[in-house]
């Protein structure tokens, strides 16, 4: 099936929004929208009691941000390899959990590197990925703002820096001063992926820090306005931008980053930037602020 979706930002207008099924028949479709899920800010301590009150807002203020695939950008730099240490720990964690529990064993692998990033009116997700403070993240999370409160799984909260963006692929990179102890992710890049096989989401839908999904890849290359994601049925919802989408083993195959719907919240078609593509501009962003 070929789409042809206009994205909608914030302003948007709903009369432009469409899609194009080539073959099918001539009953209306409701119009969808492809929306990046960052969630407007809501404070800490009243969402517990007030999550219903939280959701509603959430769909109330429209908060979808669309992004142009007009740009275009050339990424030269690869991402590093991760280290064998790391790997080694990743193997262990897989061998070491309950076979019949996949997710457990992924999330475990993980979650200490997943991290929530306010910006003072919106939230968003992210993933530490190097031993230097580097986290992946969405642009559109960190839109307008050099500087962001980041939120450790343990619950710290420390300043975060963005350190650039690179917009045309929605990939941003903030650099806190990681506490002593904390693993990085390992980044999947040159994994081949495979239609079915798990896909685990982590990151603070509705600031619901640390939350947790499963799912599948359902396509490792779907193409929405010249950009490719990879596709997944795990949920994602407001708030779970610029987290990431892990296997089985708790590595990083996706920055999650998009919803498919008609309501504007999960309808079970998610995207995520292919990790490989995350990485890559994350090397390319760090490189040029490198002082």
Same mark, same amino acid.
């Given at each position: 099936?070929?789409?042809?979706?206009?994205?909608? $930002?914030?302003?948007?207008?709903?009369?432009?929004?469409?899609?194009?099924?080539?073959?099918?028949?001539?009953?209306?479709?409701?119009?969808?929208?492809?929306?990046?899920?960052?969630? +407007?800010?809501?404070?800490?301590?009243?969402?517990?009691?007030?999550?219903?009150?939280?959701?509603?807002?959430?769909?109330?203020?429209?908060?979808?941000?669309?992004?142009?695939?007009?740009?275009?950008?050339?990424?030269?730099?690869?991402?590093?390899?991760?280290?064998?240490?790391?790997?080694?720990?990743?193997?262990?964690?897989?061998?070491?959990?309950?076979?019949?529990?996949?997710?457990?064993?992924?999330?475990?692998?993980?979650?200490?590197?997943?991290?929530?990033?306010?910006?003072?009116?919106?939230?968003?997700?992210?993933?530490?990925?190097?031993?230097? $403070?580097?986290?992946?993240?969405?642009?559109?999370?960190?839109?307008?703002?050099?500087?962001?409160?980041?939120?450790?799984?343990?619950?710290?909260?420390?300043?975060?820096?963005?350190?650039? %963006? %690179?917009?045309?692929?929605?990939?941003?990179?903030?650099?806190?001063?990681? +506490?002593?102890?904390?693993? +990085?992710?390992?980044?999947?890049?040159?994994?081949?992926?495979?239609?079915?096989?798990?896909?685990?989401?982590?990151?603070?839908?509705? $600031?619901?820090?640390?939350?947790?999904?499963?799912?599948?890849?359902?396509?490792?290359?779907?193409?929405?306005?010249?950009?490719?994601?990879?596709?997944?049925?795990?949920?994602?919802?407001?708030?779970?931008?610029?987290?990431?989408?892990?296997?089985?083993?708790?590595?990083?195959?996706?920055?999650?980053?998009?919803?498919?719907?008609?309501?504007?919240?999960?309808?079970?078609?998610?995207?995520?930037?292919?990790?490989?593509?995350?990485?890559?501009?994350?090397?390319?962003?760090?490189?040029?602020?490198?002082?």
């Amino acid at each position: 099936m070929d789409w042809d979706q206009a994205w909608i $930002g914030p302003w948007g207008d709903d009369a432009a929004t469409r899609v194009a099924n080539e073959g099918a028949s001539d009953e209306p479709i409701a119009a969808p929208v492809v929306a990046h899920p960052a969630a +407007p800010r809501a404070p800490r301590s009243r969402r517990a009691a007030t999550a219903a009150l939280v959701a509603a807002s959430l769909a109330a203020t429209g908060f979808a941000i669309g992004r142009s695939a007009t740009h275009t950008t050339t990424i030269v730099q690869t991402a590093a390899t991760p280290t064998s240490a790391v790997v080694a720990r990743l193997a262990s964690t897989a061998a070491g959990s309950n076979s019949t529990q996949p997710v457990v064993a992924a999330a475990a692998a993980v979650e200490s590197a997943v991290v929530e990033i306010d910006t003072g009116h919106a939230l968003g997700s992210g993933v530490l990925y190097d031993r230097a $403070g580097h986290i992946l993240t969405a642009a559109h999370v960190v839109q307008g703002v050099s500087r962001v409160t980041v939120r450790l799984a343990d619950g710290t909260r420390i300043a975060g820096t963005v350190v650039g %963006d %690179d917009s045309a692929n929605d990939v941003a990179v903030v650099a806190i001063q990681p +506490p002593a102890g904390i693993t +990085p992710a390992v980044l999947a890049t040159g994994t081949k992926l495979q239609v079915g096989e798990l896909a685990v989401a982590i990151g603070s839908p509705f $600031g619901l820090d640390t939350t947790v999904t499963a799912g599948v890849v359902s396509a490792i290359a779907r193409v929405l306005n010249g950009s490719t994601y990879v596709q997944t049925d795990a949920a994602i919802n407001s708030g779970n931008s610029g987290g990431p989408l892990v296997d089985a083993t708790g590595a990083v195959i996706g920055i999650n980053d998009a919803i498919y719907s008609t309501s504007g919240d999960n309808a079970g078609i998610g995207f995520a930037v292919p990790i490989t593509t995350a990485a890559a501009s994350a090397a390319s962003i760090v490189a040029a602020n490198a002082t």
